[in-house]
């Protein structure tokens, strides 16, 4: 088939959105399809834009046919757009949706593109009511819904959510294994690229900084005397969306200095797996969430999970098995990773082998194609 991805690519960073959209577009193109991605020539107005910058100095991915053509704030582009995918007729556009702030502009697009009679449109749906409420996010979600034929969650929480807005077909088909970020190595190794002690025990967050994802819980459970005790040390590594200075202080109240590494620059895609090879457990400590990629880096580098029992986490980090499941709280946090280290988790590399065969690739294209009828 001809397929058409619209949703963020290189040379703009887009976090794991970027990284999934390029994946999936090879996985595509290995199943002898057709693929076009069309980006954002503009994704957001900077003051917009938590971060210090939208675009990566990484090369481009080989073999991929990525357009940077979208302006997300200009009605004229969006129609533009729009004609331009509506005259190339690809057989199926796969959007990603992910904000409402995209609404108006992936619904008008969409709509132009209908009007050829041909083209298919399923929207893999990240958010449907967003993390971080803001005004006008339920009417642009519906003008963008209304503009798709399918639907794929990637947790329960936001298939339940959709059905809320529509009765047009959508699965439920987790996000699966970011397998891009080469193979791990050791810890010793990845603490010497990284500046870092191999003999300390280290938990790591990981990714953009912001307040649901909890890293001030996080912060709070290292002050336990229990986690002191243990020496267990904590590496930061992601950008921050939100006040540094916030967090900084808490680390300074909270007496934690020695017990925290950060490393709160952009991550590049090849550094990836120092941090995950040289942590011993990934912790999500998230006050809200629908799905996370995180999980999926985790499971690629066969590393054990602490995750908070708030959205789709715990569908997919079975408790006591590949990791521990608590609420989100710093004394149910603290006592998760204590009892990692002083219990381990029995199975732990069989469980996980048998959790990582479940997100395939293949598994999650046949979901996508199936629910739109294309398979």
Same mark, same amino acid.
């Given at each position: 088939?001809?397929?058409?991805?619209?949703?963020?690519?290189?040379?703009?960073?887009?976090?794991?959105?970027?990284?999934?959209?390029?994946?999936?577009?090879?996985? $595509?193109?290995?199943?002898?399809?057709?693929?076009?991605?069309?980006?954002?020539?503009?994704?957001?107005?900077?003051?917009?834009?938590?971060?210090?910058?939208?675009?990566?100095?990484?090369?481009?991915?080989?073999?991929? *046919?990525?357009?940077?053509?979208?302006?997300?704030?200009?009605?004229?582009?969006?129609?533009?757009?729009?004609?331009?995918?509506?005259?190339?007729?690809?057989?199926?556009?796969?959007?990603?949706?992910?904000?409402?702030? =995209?609404?108006?502009?992936?619904?008008?697009?969409?709509?132009?593109?209908?009007?050829?009679?041909?083209?298919?449109?399923?929207?893999?749906?990240?958010?449907?009511?967003?993390?971080?409420?803001?005004?006008?996010? =339920?009417?642009?979600?519906?003008?963008?819904?209304?503009?798709?034929?399918?639907?794929?969650? =990637?947790?329960?929480?936001?298939?339940?959510?959709?059905?809320?807005?529509?009765?047009?077909?959508?699965?439920?088909?987790?996000?699966?294994?970011? *397998?891009?970020?080469?193979?791990?190595?050791?810890?010793? &190794?990845?603490?010497?690229?990284?500046?870092?002690?191999?003999?300390?025990?280290?938990?790591?967050?990981?990714?953009?900084?912001?307040?649901?994802?909890? $890293? &001030?819980?996080?912060? *709070?459970?290292?002050?336990?005397? @229990?986690?002191?005790?243990?020496?267990?040390?904590?590496?930061?590594?992601?950008?921050?969306? &939100?006040?540094?200075?916030?967090?900084?202080?808490?680390?300074?109240? +909270?007496?934690?200095?020695?017990?925290?590494?950060?490393?709160?620059?952009?991550?590049? +895609?090849?550094?990836?797996?120092?941090?995950?090879?040289?942590?011993?457990?990934?912790?999500?400590?998230?006050?809200?969430?629908?799905?996370?990629?995180?999980?999926?880096?985790?499971?690629?580098?066969?590393?054990?999970?602490?995750?908070?029992?708030?959205?789709?986490?715990?569908?997919?980090?079975?408790?006591?098995?590949?990791?521990?499941? @608590?609420?989100?709280?710093?004394?149910?946090?603290?006592?998760?990773?204590?009892?990692?280290?002083?219990?381990?988790?029995?199975?732990?590399?069989?469980?996980?082998?048998?959790?990582?065969?479940?997100?395939?690739?293949?598994?999650?294209? &046949?979901?996508?194609?199936?629910?739109?009828?294309?398979?």
């Amino acid at each position: 088939m001809n397929i058409t991805i619209i949703g963020s690519a290189h040379p703009l960073r887009g976090g794991g959105i970027s990284t999934f959209n390029e994946r999936m577009a090879e996985v $595509l193109q290995e199943q002898g399809h057709r693929v076009i991605i069309y980006s954002f020539s503009l994704q957001y107005p900077s003051f917009l834009f938590p971060g210090k910058s939208q675009f990566t100095d990484e090369p481009a991915p080989q073999g991929l *046919d990525i357009r940077s053509a979208i302006n997300s704030i200009n009605p004229l582009n969006w129609l533009s757009v729009g004609n331009r995918i509506k005259n190339e007729k690809p057989d199926l556009i796969i959007v990603r949706y992910w904000l409402p702030f =995209m609404g108006p502009c992936f619904g008008t697009i969409l709509r132009r593109v209908r009007k050829n009679k041909h083209t298919k449109i399923v929207a893999i749906t990240d958010n449907v009511i967003p993390h971080e409420a803001r005004f006008g996010d =339920m009417a642009f979600t519906k003008y963008f819904i209304k503009a798709a034929d399918a639907f794929v969650a =990637m947790s329960k929480d936001v298939l339940k959510d959709l059905k809320t807005f529509t009765n047009k077909p959508s699965v439920f088909s987790p996000h699966p294994v970011y *397998d891009n970020y080469g193979n791990a190595v050791t810890k010793e &190794d990845a603490c010497l690229r990284l500046g870092l002690n191999p003999n300390d025990k280290y938990i790591l967050f990981f990714g953009f900084i912001r307040k649901y994802k909890g $890293l &001030d819980i996080l912060l *709070d459970a290292m002050k336990d005397s @229990t986690v002191k005790q243990s020496g267990i040390k904590l590496i930061i590594a992601g950008e921050f969306y &939100d006040d540094k200075e916030l967090y900084e202080r808490q680390i300074a109240e +909270n007496g934690i200095e020695g017990q925290v590494k950060l490393f709160t620059e952009f991550i590049p +895609n090849e550094d990836i797996k120092y941090y995950l090879s040289a942590a011993d457990l990934v912790v999500q400590p998230y006050r809200s969430a629908t799905q996370s990629g995180i999980t999926q880096v985790a499971y690629h580098f066969e590393k054990p999970m602490v995750v908070t029992n708030v959205g789709g986490l715990a569908e997919v980090v079975p408790n006591g098995k590949v990791g521990f499941v @608590t609420e989100p709280n710093p004394a149910e946090i603290a006592s998760a990773i204590v009892r990692f280290y002083n219990q381990g988790l029995p199975g732990l590399k069989q469980h996980i082998a048998t959790e990582k065969q479940k997100y395939s690739w293949e598994t999650f294209i &046949d979901n996508l194609l199936g629910v739109v009828g294309l398979k």
